[in-house]
């Protein structure tokens, strides 16, 4: 089925490791972000890509690494997991000018 | 910068009453605004959108929202609520040029039987 796919769907990491949250679109979409949602705190950006090779940092950028390679995937990067980093993290994708972004289903993250 | 309210945790109605969801934003300019649910365990869904025309916007599943440019408002409203819509409900803005989407805080809504 077309649209976002996120890898995991759930990660127990301890604090300092570090590891790759995977996300793929087939909707051959140009734009492309990261969001963590936390309670009480809706949504909030962590980073965003306008296209392949170009990156670029939202509201919550520390402690989080991304590359935009290819227009399909979008790879956040935890470099040392830290427990404020727990939360559930959620890709989306859209067309340039698109009226609405497609949102994965989410990768819930445990950092003990 | 753009900002969106949803002043209400967590909104409360029996099932076949009207609902409503609050949100009040803050913009620079031409709002573009949006409503999203999210069931348990899911992401994201799309409900509406409104950016220029009708203030009253139609979405998925019977919901529809009531643009208000002098009370800033963009209420998430449906005529007879079901407990299925039992969700959690996100308003959102657009950011000028990119979709960066800036999210509300969120309202739990529960439909008792």
């Known amino acids: 089925n077309a649209g976002v796919t996120q890898t995991p769907k759930f990660q127990v990491l301890k604090t300092g490791q570090s590891m790759t949250l995977q996300c793929a679109q087939d909707?051959?979409?140009?734009?492309m972000s990261w969001y963590r949602q936390d309670p009480g705190m809706g949504l909030r950006l962590i980073h965003y890509s306008v296209g392949a090779g170009i990156t670029d940092q939202g509201e919550v950028p520390n402690g989080y690494n991304v590359s935009r390679s290819t227009t399909e995937d979008f790879p956040l990067r935890l470099l040392s997991a830290a427990p404020s980093q727990t939360s559930v993290y959620f890709c989306?994708?859209?067309?340039?000018?698109?009226?609405?972004?497609?949102f994965g289903q989410g990768t819930r993250l445990t950092v003990v | 910068a753009q900002s969106v309210a949803q002043p209400e945790d967590q909104v409360n109605v029996a099932e076949g009453n009207p609902l409503t969801v609050k949100c009040t934003y803050s913009v620079s300019g031409n709002p573009y605004l949006f409503w999203y649910v999210q069931y348990p365990n899911r992401g994201l869904q799309f409900l509406l959108k409104?950016?220029?025309?009708?203030?009253l916007v139609k979405g998925s599943y019977g919901f529809e929202a009531e643009f208000n440019k002098s009370q800033t408002s963009f209420h998430l409203k449906k005529p007879s609520a079901l407990v299925s819509d039992s969700a959690l409900y996100f308003c959102?803005?657009?950011?000028?040029?990119?979709?960066?989407?800036?999210f509300g805080t969120g309202t739990r809504l529960l439909v008792s039987p």
């Open positions: 409104y950016i220029t025309g009708d203030n």
């Open positions: 989306a994708s859209s067309f340039p000018g698109g009226l609405y972004a497609f």
């Open positions: 909707m051959n979409h140009e734009y």
């Open positions: 959102a803005v657009r950011d000028t040029g990119f979709q960066k989407l800036v």
